[in-house]
């Protein structure tokens, strides 16, 4: 019995491998680079980006002059 | 680039300091896509599913291939992947047939054996004996006698002592006869 079966096992046809093979393979490893470097966006990306704007928006509001108000203009005086 | 005078662990190196796919990893996709082809076809026993498991192998590969210290044999590495990719995917089919055809089963485990075909054995068919057995056992009995791996191949694959290897190949074997003697009885 013994020889038999591995024989069945070794003559066993197995197909050749698919001619589409190769860019399935290629396209699933840029759904995963796809996915890696979105998820790195959202993760590291999106909050550096948001922590740059809001530093950026401090400083405007840090070294701006205040804001001046407008007196009412006083009449005469400069007229002669 | 000079790939067939580098070796795999050089190559492997190699597409470890590649950004994407790139010429190391593709010539290694390419001396081993051959012979995952075949042991996924082997372990999974379907076409489709085999080009599935198969490109998940390589997926898997460049995804840890950073992780590759060159302790092993890089063949070692890639069928070591292969073989747990194909478990799984083994795994996660027979949860979702059982799923979905419970009763179509147990009509098919109610005959027997096939008519005719390939892989029938002396009035029953291989492969419904050997999917009897743990899917450890029937991958180590269809990489050792259909693939013609070592001993020291398989041991180093599946994590185990040469000797523990070929103890459990030898039973499974026993219990492969011992299923044989029961089908056709």
Redo the contacts between chains.
């Keep these: 019995?013994?020889a038999?079966?591995?024989h069945?096992?070794?003559?066993?046809?197995?197909?050749p491998?698919?001619e589409t093979?190769?860019q399935?393979?290629?396209a699933?490893?840029?759904h995963?680079?796809l996915a890696l470097h979105l998820a790195e966006f959202a993760v590291r990306g999106l909050p550096a980006a948001a922590w740059e704007l809001f530093r950026a928006t401090a400083d405007v509001a840090h070294t701006s002059p205040p804001r001046r108000r407008s007196r009412p203009p006083q009449g005469g005086n400069d007229i002669a | 680039m000079d790939d067939a005078l580098q070796t795999d662990e050089e190559l492997a190196l190699a597409a470890a300091r590649e950004g994407s796919d790139g010429l190391a990893f593709r010539e290694l996709m390419g001396r081993y896509r051959e012979r995952v082809w075949r042991t996924c076809y082997r372990l999974m026993s379907d076409a489709h599913d085999a080009q599935d498991a198969a490109q998940d192998v390589f997926v898997r590969l460049f995804v840890a291939r950073k992780q590759f210290e060159g302790r092993s044999k890089y063949s070692t590495w890639v069928f070591g992947v292969a073989l747990r990719t194909c478990l799984t995917h083994r795994r996660s089919r027979g949860r979702r047939q059982r799923r979905v055809r419970l009763v179509e089963q147990e009509a098919i485990e109610a005959v027997p054996a096939k008519a005719t075909g390939a892989d029938n054995y002396q009035g029953v068919d291989l492969d419904h004996l050997l999917a009897k057995l743990s899917e450890e056992d029937r991958a180590l009995l269809i990489m050792k006698y259909a693939e013609g791996y070592s001993y020291d191949e398989l041991a180093e694959v599946f994590l185990m002592s040469v000797s523990a290897c070929k103890m459990r190949i030898s039973r499974a074997r026993q219990r492969l006869k011992q299923q044989h003697s029961e089908a056709v009885a």
């Design positions: 019995m013994n038999d079966w591995r069945q096992l070794q003559d066993a046809e197995v197909p491998v698919p093979f190769d399935g393979v290629h699933r490893v840029n995963f680079l």
